[in-house]
């Protein structure tokens, strides 16, 4: 599926917001000095409201399957001939804010998923009951081909999925790595298992259906 580029509108603002959000969470993982309030999508969202607003700033949006995948904002900038740093920059250029871009996690977000529940599956040959349950999911349309994309890579062993895993992740933290078991699937018929408890099993369909899951469901190396 092809990227798709395009302005940067009022209408990508909630879901740059919920990607800039993401991106702050992480700088703070570096800099916990950062203020903590930006890692909300709706604190971050006027300031991205009031960047567009600026004078001469213009953006660009990345779309893939109309899931917004990144975004780049800046304004141009004319450098006079005795600016004190003229040797080291163009005379025209161009200033990216430090709140002017952000990219989306590799794999798929939560965006693509629709629905998720727990459930017990058939009794496994181990005889333990207390382990045979699962997760079902039901995926956008738009998640569906993006997720079958990344399905064929990991059923043939191909970049990105090397490992035929999918690993979801929730705040850089691996709480599971199924392998993928068909290289198609349709958006009804994905199903997480694999010796997983009633515990375990609440607790995806909690990460999965949290907004905006961090590093979302990601295809390992």
Known sequence: MSLIF????????????????????????????????????????????????????????????GQLLGFLCGSPVLRPPDYL???????????????????????????AIEDATATVNEPDQDGNREDDYGVNLILTFDGIDTFNELASACKHRESPCDAGLAAIALDQVVLMAPRVADEEFSRFDIQISGDIDEETANSMVAALTTAPLPRGLEFSE
């Open 6 to 65: 395009v302005d940067l509108s009022g209408d990508h603002v909630a879901d740059a917001a919920a990607l800039l959000a993401l991106r702050h969470r992480e700088d703070r993982r570096a800099a916990p000095i950062l203020p903590a309030r930006y890692e909300d999508p709706a604190e971050v969202a006027p300031v991205l409201h009031a960047l567009l607003a600026s004078e001469g700033m213009h953006g660009v949006a990345a779309l893939q399957g």
């Open 85 to 111: 740093f003229a040797g080291f920059v163009q005379p025209r250029s161009g200033d990216i804010p430090d709140a002017g871009y952000a990219l989306a996690p590799g794999g798929i977000t939560n965006a």
